[in-house]
């Protein structure tokens, strides 16, 4: 089993950056592949980016492609979601998911969630 705690949203502009990192418990945290996910208001949680055990590969969701960086750091149990040229469409809770099957792009793959960080991202 394995614990996740995002940390790293805020309020930004449009155009603006923004890290968030997801620190996971456990000493197993390198086998699992982890995601990342949105989610607005009155819309369902919807697919960012993945990424497998090792780091590569990654997958990204079109909207986002170009614009977000997802990575790892084994060794210190995290993995990181780099935001760039942030939208106000980008604006949603951003939650962290882990899962043992590998990187995958569905919620239901994923049974470890973080509580989620908010991102704001204003015009």
């Known amino acids: 089993q394995v614990q996740l705690v995002e940390s790293g949203g805020g309020l930004v502009q449009a155009g603006g950056s923004l890290r968030l990192s997801c620190a996971a418990s456990?000493?197993?945290?390198?086998?699992?592949?982890m995601g990342w996910f949105r989610q607005a208001p009155g819309k369902e949680r919807e697919f960012v980016a993945t990424i497998s055990t090792s780091g590569v590969p990654t997958y990204s969701a079109d909207s986002v492609k170009g614009r977000f960086t997802i990575s790892r750091d084994n060794a210190k149990n995290t993995v990181y979601l780099q935001m760039n040229s942030l939208k106000p469409e980008d604006t949603a809770v951003y939650y962290c998911?882990?899962?043992?099957?590998?990187?995958?792009?569905?919620?239901?793959?994923?049974?470890?969630w973080g509580q989620g960080t908010q991102v704001t991202v204003s015009s």
């Open positions: 456990g000493r197993t945290f390198s086998s699992y592949a």
């Open positions: 998911a882990a899962t043992l099957v590998g990187a995958a792009f569905t919620t239901t793959t994923y049974p470890y």
